[in-house]
């Protein structure tokens, strides 16, 4: 069967058809993956039935070099990590683990355990939302940097939790997510290191922007990621059983939706190593506080556009 290529909105996500996913498949096929990713953002393969913990590692094997499951949620699985509805339901935008230096390149998500109904995910283009801004806030965004932690405000994001009522699994959880703390300084727009894009950085990991108060960055924390999550630059994928999604962490945020009361939902995900950003002067991120060299190298990718462009 041919690759077959189906773009499934104008900026953002594309289903491919014709690849048994694996650690088997040849250089060009790779490639093509590859090439379909930076250019669609996230990409979608149905009825990968075959596939088990191992297969979804030995293809992410053939796209980057994939970290341990995460740099503080250490305790459910070393490489692969269940996005488990018992734990949490991570339904707000966020790019994965902006909390460390190196952010990672990209991620894989294999459906596992599916409700009868909901518990789609939305992502969304953080190239396009950049790209779409008046010159006015370019120039802004272009100099603002972000402190990034993963020790962020549960009520501001989950308003309905309450405390008493927040169940003693999430709560455990959460106190995983936090046992290391991590605080990182990225610039708010990065150069994309294999296409040489300008992307957005930001998503609920963003604590504040460099030089202003509270108030301030959460003024300005709206007003722009509301260009990104803008519903003409997302696409929202509704999961079967045998479906793999892949994205670019480096150019997208995020969103599980839930909404499929308490029914259980899991996915399993492996993430691949990246790079540190750096910023359109030239200047890298910086880490203030955690050492992440445990979670990922930094793997700085070829980039696939030349200095003249």
Same mark, same amino acid.
């Given at each position: ?37 930076? +250019? ?7 009825? @990968? ?6 297969? @979804? ?7 980057? !070099? ?12 070393? @490489? ?61 965004? +272009? ?5 990034? !932690? ?10 309905? &939790?309450?405390? &008493? +009522?927040?169940?003693? !699994? ?58 990104? !999550? ?22 997208? @945020? ?20 990246? &790079?540190?950003?750096? &910023? ?30």
């Amino acid at each position: 069967m041919a690759v077959n290529i189906t773009k499934l909105g104008a900026h953002i996500g594309a289903q491919i058809d014709g690849i048994t996913l694996g650690g088997e498949l040849d250089a060009d096929t790779v490639a093509v993956v590859n090439e379909a990713l930076l +250019e669609h953002k996230v990409i979608f393969f149905r009825d @990968q039935h075959h596939l088990d913990n191992e297969g @979804q590692l030995a293809f992410a094997r053939l796209l980057g !070099t994939p970290t341990i499951a995460h740099p503080t949620v250490t305790s459910r699985g070393h @490489q692969v990590l269940p996005i488990d509805s018992r734990y949490d339901k991570a339904n707000s935008w966020h790019t994965d683990v902006t909390f460390v230096d190196r952010i990672p390149k990209a991620s894989l998500l294999r459906a596992v355990t599916l409700p009868e109904y909901g518990g789609t995910t939305v992502w969304a283009n953080t190239e396009t939302a950049y790209d779409q801004l008046p010159a006015p806030l370019r120039a802004l965004a +272009e100099n603002l940097w972000a402190v990034h !932690t993963n020790r962020y405000d549960y009520a501001a994001e989950h308003p309905s &939790d309450i405390d &008493d +009522e927040v169940p003693e !699994t999430t709560r455990d959880y959460r106190a995983e997510f936090e046992s290391s703390y991590y605080e990182t300084e990225h610039p708010v727009v990065r150069i994309h290191p294999e296409t040489g894009r300008r992307v957005l950085v930001l998503g609920h990991f963003v604590k504040k922007f460099v030089g202003l108060g509270s108030a301030e960055s959460r003024d300005l924390f709206d007003l722009l990621q509301a260009r990104v !999550t803008r519903l003409e630059n997302t696409v929202r994928w509704n999961w079967r059983l045998g479906d793999l999604a892949v994205w670019d962490n480096r150019a997208t @945020q995020h969103y599980a939706v839930s909404d499929y009361d308490d029914q259980y939902r899991r996915l399993n995900r492996v993430t691949l190593s990246g &790079d540190i950003p750096v &910023d359109v002067f030239g200047q890298q991120s910086r880490s203030i506080h955690g050492d992440a060299s445990h979670y990922s190298p930094v793997v700085t990718p070829v980039p696939v556009y030349s200095a003249a462009s």
